[in-house]
């Protein structure tokens, strides 16, 4: 489908959309199991609600993962331990495509790695703390996890921002990292120039489980529960090539429309780059002994024929490719607890060298990804031709 130009990339979402991005970001989370509006990847088939509507479209056989992930992990990975991932399309959304569990438990921790101890510690892939601080790169390069307690990053403006810590930006700050070109948030473009390298093995792996799309810039987002990432179409790319999006960690909510509705746009959004806002979950929230937890709320508002609401859990991965390239989406829930017990204790790193085992410089961050969903959105920013089709 060729892109619209009349897609704009500082729109504003429907009112429908964003009325249902807001139930869904306040529900409380003992709601969940009973909102029979989200669509669950993880009983596609069981479930009659939606579920029927769904058709597989695709399948990707064993042979063809492992031989991906063997090079990916530079490690054997016998065919037969992983099983035939099914692909799904809904009819409210053509052209969207849904994975459930198509990553493995090894290749969403080798995956982790690359990215966080491995490419948020290139200078060239820049990240949101980067917008206001200056960050403190190690010379030779480690990873930011093995770097001391007393890591400051100084603020570029010190009478807006106070000094931040490494475990207050690891902890919290940190709410995504630009891979290969690096897009800006601010103009809502790609700079001109030559696009930074995007990491080989990632590609490599990415274009030979999606081989309609040729990787070339990706946002790495990380959120904790509580965070969240408002309605907004991916529209600043040129080519109109399929959107991978793959999630590593706690489950989330994940609304996606093409609902066409128009409506007065709310107050207008601070200038800065996109929405994230970072509240205090529901759990890390003192209990409100006004409005008892167990109190039922509101009916959800309505879901249109185009509309689309679902959780997605480590592992799924959902592509946005024809009609749905430019669909509007968001986050409204990162749901705590939920991050698969094989990945919580992520990075589990042995001491950094020369730090001893209960010094003060020392940060163990092994349990970070508990808390923690990381989600790489994937995208071609030119048309190059050349680009195959299907598997
Ligand atoms: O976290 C997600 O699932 C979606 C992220 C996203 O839409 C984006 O980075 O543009
Ligand atoms: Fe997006």
Known sequence: MPKDVALEAHATAPRSVRELQKYYQK???????????ILDLQS??????????LRIVDRIPPETLSKLYNSFLEQKV?????????????PALPGLRLLPSLLSIKVQEGLLSKLLLRDLSNPEHLTNVHLHYHVPYPDPPKSFFDLPRSTTYTPKDAEIHRPLNVTEVLEKKLRW????????????????????????DIRDLVHGIFP???????????????????????????ADRDLVSISIGCDALFLISLSEETDSPPPAAPDTARTLESKPSAQQRKPNKKKAATEPPPPPPPLDSKTLIMKIRSG???????????????????????CPEELAQWPDLPAPEGAESGTDDMIRWSGWMKRKRVNLNIRQMYEHGGV???H
């Open 27 to 37: 529900l409380p989370i003992e709601f969940l199991p009973v909102a029979s509006q």
């Open 44 to 53: 596609i088939g069981t479930s009659d609600f939606l579920g029927n509507s």
């Open 78 to 90: 016998d065919p037969k331990e992983l099983e035939e991932v099914l692909v799904y399309e809904h």
């Open 177 to 200: 990292m630009t891979l290969g070109g690096q897009y800006d948030w601010t103009a809502k473009e790609y700079p001109d120039g030559p696009p930074v390298q995007f990491p080989q």
């Open 212 to 238: 309609t799309i040729e990787p070339e810039a990706a946002i790495c987002n990380t959120y904790s529960p509580g965070d969240t990432l408002s309605p907004h179409r991916d529209v600043s790319e040129e």
């Open 316 to 338: 799924d991965a959902v592509v946005m490719g024809g009609e749905s390239r430019w669909a509007w989406h968001g986050v409204p829930k990162v749901i705590g607890d939920t």
């Open 388 to 390: 195959s089709g299907e």
